[in-house]
């Protein structure tokens, strides 16, 4: 999920994403396993087409999970928990970054700075920006005003197009190293 850290994608259910094509609800549910989220309020997120897409094609490979169903589950069916990610970051996460060339593998959080700076190179506003991540504008802009400054001046891009050319910049990349 785009603006999502660990305890909001542990809690979040197929429901929350389905329901629309183009967001996700951000819920401060907790369950026993997990924290609420800080402000205890819901919100709804921008999901970038090809991580909706993502989604989709997750979801009909593990045989259409009812809509109650949380997304991230262990092996027993149960919400992940921090052990559960940390074994999704060392056996996933990392060896896709290391095959695609990011060295050194960055953080799962570092995800939603790369949505932040995508959200304001799109050029929207930082008000929404900061609901989108659920920060206040304070918080958003004392982590991304140098952002603000930098994308000043640029042309717009189109988030979904950037992350269809860096997807097919990957692919050519993992068929020349595979090819050598």
Avoid at 54 to 71: M, N, V
Avoid at 149 to 162: K, L, Q, S, Y
């Amino acid at each position: 999920m785009p603006a999502c850290d660990r305890a909001n994608c542990a809690r979040s259910r197929w429901r929350d994403s389905a329901r629309t094509r183009s967001s996700y609800k951000a819920r401060p549910t907790p369950t026993a396993r997990v924290k609420p989220t800080k402000n205890r309020q819901h919100r709804t997120v921008r999901l970038l087409s090809a991580l909706a897409q993502d989604a989709r094609e997750h979801k009909l490979a593990i045989g259409r999970p009812p809509e109650k169903t949380l997304i991230l589950l262990d092996d027993d069916g149960k919400p992940w928990d921090k052990n559960a990610w940390q074994m999704w970051r060392a056996d996933r996460w990392a060896p896709a970054c290391r095959a695609v060339g990011l060295d050194p593998v960055p953080r799962p959080y570092d995800l939603r700075h790369s949505f932040a700076s995508l959200l304001l190179a799109e050029g929207k506003q930082p008000i929404w920006c900061a609901k989108q991540l659920g920060h206040t504008l304070a918080v958003f802009l004392s982590t991304y005003a140098h952002l603000i400054d930098e994308f000043e001046d640029r042309e717009r891009i189109d988030a979904d197009a950037e992350i269809a050319k860096a997807r097919r910049e990957v692919g050519t990349h993992q068929v020349r190293t595979a090819a050598r």
